[in-house]
């Protein structure tokens, strides 16, 4: 497939990744890289209280992104009050998350933990498709602990008109350790009427490639980790160009300073934005290992100077 092929045909989203890819990260992002086709939220959780639940999904602070708002949440009212809210704001569509791996959130038969409540889902859906006001797609994982729960879940899926279904070939208990399973993945899809989306490792142009040329009838994938690790990586992708070493880091330190600039201007106190920064480095230092001595300077830093003069360093 060529490049021109791959742009028309593909869509790329940008994935909802807590505590990363928030209103601040998407601004930049897009800003310098161009908006990806949609970025879903990180999760609004619906049973929280009060307003502060939507202070990531202000329209004023996503103008530049086709947005789409993840709800985390297992009780029809509760997941309402807030679809009513969103749509109120402009929103036409939610996420429903039934993927989240993490164990204080499974535990409370929340994100992936639902995939053990074949009949509670359907209760959800059966409730919202009566009720919602906006279009809904689904984000999920093959099971909790068993790759085969997504088996009494499909038939489920396919009784409502979701706009997608986003999968991660994994389950909660690998969290995102060990390769995605690519043959479970395809099986589930051809039982899925939805259209499907592939999220999960794309981590390079290579990737991809390999990605559609094992799925020829996926056309929708998800990005995370990979957007962070390489910023460029859109790019690579509609082009089928490769981005040298030098220009991944130009693009991992415009986005840095962009990504500082925003959460300057809306957090508090050093600590504040020291602890915001700092854990993108995880995923920045992917193509950066020759730095190893600012990267470590980066990680061991307690002040915002020696944040900064670590960073110039590996810039």
Known sequence: MNPSEISSQNKIYLAPLQGFTDFAF????????????????????????????????????NTGNNLIPQLLGNETSEMMEVITELHKMGYPEVNLNLGCPYPMVTRKTMGAGLLRHSGKIDELLNNLFKQSPCRISVKMRLGLTEKTDWKEIVPIL??????????????????????????????MA??????????GNIFSMEDFQLFTSQMPTISRWMIGRGLIANPLLINEIKTGNKSSATEILRAIEKLHDRLFNINSQHLSGESHLLNKMKPYWVYFSTFLQEKRKGLKKIKKSTTLNGYLNACQEVF
Request: net charge neutral.
């Open 26 to 61: 998407r601004t930049a992002f897009s800003e310098l890289f161009g908006k990806p086709d949609a970025a879903f939220s990180p999760f609004i959780e619906t049973h929280e209280a009060g307003h502060k639940k939507y202070r990531d999904v202000i329209p004023a602070k």
């Open 158 to 187: 396919n009784r409502y008109s979701l706009t997608e279904v986003i999968i991660h070939p994994r389950t909660a208990s690998q969290m995102y350790k060990g390769e995605p399973d690519m043959e479970t993945f395809i099986e």
């Open 190 to 199: 051809a039982k899925l009427t939805p259209p499907v989306c592939y999220n």
